[in-house]
């Protein structure tokens, strides 16, 4: 079967670095993806990894272990507006999104 | 580049009757859009995939005749929320995969409509 799990809330400091972590399972994969959706607007893409590795894209890198079945979204210089929910989905082999529930980051002074 | 624009972004409506939502690609034809619904702290849940000019397929669960899709152009997907009820209200998302993009290529995400129904 397929299923994806990622932690449903995290805080965090002002200033300083978090990991959100995401695992899955699945038999078809064709990427993982990583949203930031604020409270009640849709989701903005920020990433995408199909092959291995860590990609770095400003403040936000994001990993992926295709083997591990396991990514994580690193958040650097943490900002105040940065406060919002992370959603981790992967892409099956019908290149279908299969979505977390998302992470809340909340952002502390 | 790559604007999704969803209408209205909330709507309030009384039980029973129909609700219709606009996903339009401003600068961007799309081949596919998809329609999510959203509860609170949970997952985008996929409803329906739409592609122009032939008929939605519908997630399993997803009643094709209460929620009514239509893609009559590139640019343009409706959804109908018919007969609704309290437990229709939620968070409505659409996405649109732009012509000429790959199937992983990332989607392009509406603002979201926030129905209630009373």
């Known amino acids: 079967g397929q299923n994806i799990d990622q932690p449903t809330e995290m805080t965090a400091t002002e200033g300083a670095i978090v990991q959100i972590n995401c695992t899955y399972q699945t038999s078809g994969f064709n990427g993982l993806f990583w949203y930031q959706q604020h409270a009640g607007e849709a989701p903005t893409f920020l990433s995408y990894?199909?092959l291995d590795g860590l990609e770095e894209k400003g403040r936000f890198s994001s990993f992926l272990s295709r083997s591990k079945g396991y990514s994580y979204l690193l958040l650097k210089e943490l900002q105040m507006k940065d406060s919002a929910s992370y959603l981790c989905?992967?892409?099956?082999?019908?290149?279908?999104?299969?979505w977390g529930a998302g992470t809340k980051l909340i952002i502390k002074p | 580049g790559a604007v999704v624009s969803q209408h209205p972004s909330w709507v309030i409506c009384k039980s029973g009757t129909s609700v219709k939502i606009e996903c339009r690609s401003l600068?961007?034809?799309?081949?596919?859009m998809f329609w999510y619904r959203q509860f609170p702290k949970q997952s985008l849940m996929l409803m329906a995939t739409?592609?122009?000019?032939?008929?939605?397929?519908?997630e399993q669960g997803v009643e094709k005749d209460k929620f009514l899709i239509n893609h009559a152009s590139l640019t343009l997907s409706t959804l109908t929320v018919t007969s609704a009820h309290p437990e229709d209200s939620s968070f409505y998302i659409c996405?649109?995969?732009?012509?000429?993009?790959?199937?992983?290529?990332?989607?392009?995400f509406g603002n979201g409509t926030r129905l209630t129904v009373t």
């Open positions: 739409s592609n122009e000019g032939s008929k939605a397929t519908y």
């Open positions: 990894n199909v």
């Open positions: 600068d961007f034809q799309a081949t596919t």
């Open positions: 989905a992967f892409m099956d082999s019908n290149y279908q999104l299969i």
């Open positions: 996405s649109a995969r732009r012509l000429g993009d790959s199937d992983n290529s990332p989607l392009h």
